[in-house]
């Protein structure tokens, strides 16, 4: 069930914490998703993220070993946990892509030239830190993508940041310093009553903009 309306898609997203047991998501529908995510923008389109899916009672198992007690109720009953990931070395890739981009017709060899001698640079010769806040930044983005796609797909989701970072990527098998963890989704159909759901407020839209002098 696919929803193509924009301001229900925005407006109604809603963070659940009770999902219906009963509902398994396809494996490819996941791809799918997943494919309209990656469109999100990234930091000189470095495209720094990675995501695994833990999908069975197994995978899940492992991933509640290393969050918090309070997001139980979503973790025993969401469809899977998406694990967002920062991938830090994700510029080592970015030669490859840009001469695809060249070779496929659509840059010139000019462009193909000035995009690897002004951006590559930047991170070939950058710190571990700055590498690191600009895969962060751009995963970042690439999560509220993926639960506004989710949403899209007639799936409700929970964003999750309470764990312990340090045991994340070792529990997936991926190296902690290239692998950083961004942040976990729940992701299922909601099972909460119209009681259950917790309607927030937002601060005045005043309070959080200003036309700069």
Request: proline share 4%; hydrophobic share 35%; aromatic share 12%.
């Amino acid at each position: 069930m696919l929803n193509n309306d924009f301001n229900d898609v925005v407006q109604n997203r809603h963070s659940v914490r009770n999902f219906d047991k009963n509902v398994k998501i396809p494996r490819e529908e996941f791809k799918q998703m997943f494919e309209e995510t990656i469109t999100a923008p990234s930091g000189c389109n470095l495209q720094g993220w990675y995501f695994e899916v833990a999908d069975t009672p197994e995978s899940l198992a492992k991933v509640k070993k290393y969050m918090m007690k309070f997001n139980d109720p979503q973790l025993n009953t969401c469809s899977a946990i998406v694990q967002m990931f920062a991938r830090v070395d994700a510029y080592k890739k970015y030669r490859e892509m840009w001469n695809k981009t060249y070779e496929e017709g659509h840059i010139t060899k000019e462009k193909l030239d000035e995009v690897l001698r002004t951006f590559l640079p930047l991170y070939e010769n950058g710190t571990y830190d700055m590498c690191a806040t600009d895969a962060i930044r751009s995963c970042s983005l690439a999560a509220m993508q993926f639960m506004l796609v989710a949403r899209h797909h007639g799936y409700d989701t929970n964003p999750i940041a309470g764990y312990d970072e340090s045991k994340i990527a070792r529990t997936f098998n991926l190296d902690p310093k290239i692998y950083l963890p961004v942040m976990a989704i729940a992701i299922g159909k909601s099972n909460e009553s119209e009681k259950e759901q917790i309607k927030t407020i937002r601060y005045p839209v005043e309070d959080v903009y200003h036309f700069a002098d």
